[in-house]
């Protein structure tokens, strides 16, 4: 079993940043990648951002590269994602998940482990 806790959810105006973090612990050895999704009101869940434990190769969603960074810490079994220029359309909850199948993937049905999730409110 894994158990994934976010953090670092706000308020905050568009242009603001944010910082999650997501602490994973259990089996953490078994996860070979990490991915961030969020969640709108009255949307599907989508993806944001993945990463793998060994390497770090990462994924974006098209519309958030070069405002958002995941990163790693393998030390503290912790995934990062920093929010930068947040926008109103940034707005939802952000759940972090792990993936225990090899490969990548953006959908949120490939994804094994849950956190509770964090909420992210952007103003305009």
């Known amino acids: 079993q894994v158990q994934l806790t976010e953090s670092g959810g706000g308020l905050v105006q568009a242009g603001d940043s944010l910082r999650l973090s997501c602490a994973a612990s259990?089996?953490?050895?078994?996860?070979?990648?990490m991915g961030w999704f969020r969640q709108a009101p009255g949307k599907e869940r989508e993806f944001v951002a993945s990463i793998k434990w060994s390497g770090g190769t990462t994924y974006y969603l098209d519309s958030v590269k070069g405002r958002f960074t995941i990163s790693r810490d393998n030390a503290k079994n912790t995934v990062y994602l920093q929010m930068n220029s947040l926008q109103p359309e940034d707005t939802g909850v952000y759940y972090c998940a792990a993936k225990l199948a090899l490969g990548v993937s953006d959908w949120y049905g490939a994804y094994d482990y849950w956190g509770q999730g964090t909420q992210v409110t952007v103003s305009s």
């Open positions: 259990g089996r953490t050895f078994s996860i070979p990648t």
